[in-house]
């Protein structure tokens, strides 16, 4: 569903992505694994096409992104839900307006309609009777679920998930963990999710890429990953903070 061939990308002067390849399959949930600073959010903006590739190309659907005119961008969003690093909830509408919001934007539905969608994402996500709290009432791992759950309101046949369980202690990430497993086998989306986080991107990742110094460097399933002999994998797995050679 997803090609991202050989994509270059400098900002600041630094080259942040050095020659990017990666396939996503239709209905997988893929993990980019790496470390802070390597590239994880950048390649996901380039998916999104908030960034374009200084060379190479970004394939979703056979269609590529940085190609796509902004109306064609804009149709193509449409079929994405994207879960940010900050559950961006506007705190001065109530959590019922929030999670309307892509849909007042981009349907014909009645007020009725859009309503009884939001309570039943609501409760997709384990929210309940909490249409009319604004979001500075809610916890902050129940602002995630609310923002997974705006994020779901048009049926996306692709989810995006940037750093998802960021600011979350163990219990409410692997809640989250397990909502996102959970919802994909109800609904099917295909899925990225960028992370740091080892256990959070073991319990849900079909397969998981690690991204270092700018490359991919391993793809595999979980197993493999834990079994592999690449260098920066096995010591971002047992947490060595060895320094590597950086023109690897």
Known sequence: MIE??????KLGGKEVLRGINLEVREGELMVIMGGSGMGKSVLLKHIIGFLNPDS???LVD????PGCSRKELYDIRKGYGVVFQSPALLQSLTIEDNVALPLKEHSDYSDD???EIVRERLHWVKLYDVEQKLPSELSGGMQKRASLARALTLDPHLMLFDEPATGLDPILTATIGQLIVDLH????FTSIAVSHNMSFAFKIADRIA???NGRIVAVGTPEEIRGSNEPFVRNFINGIAEKLDEGK
């Not at 991202?4 to 990308?9: C, D, E, T």
């Not at 056979?62 to 992104?65: N, R």
């Not at 086998?185 to 099917?188: A, F, T, V």
């Open 56 to 58: 190479g190309d970004v």
């Open 62 to 65: 056979g269609v590529s992104i």
């Open 210 to 212: 690690m991204l270092y």
């Open 185 to 188: 086998g109800r609904i099917g």
């Open 113 to 115: 309609k859009i309503g």
């Open 4 to 9: 991202i061939k050989n994509v270059y990308k």
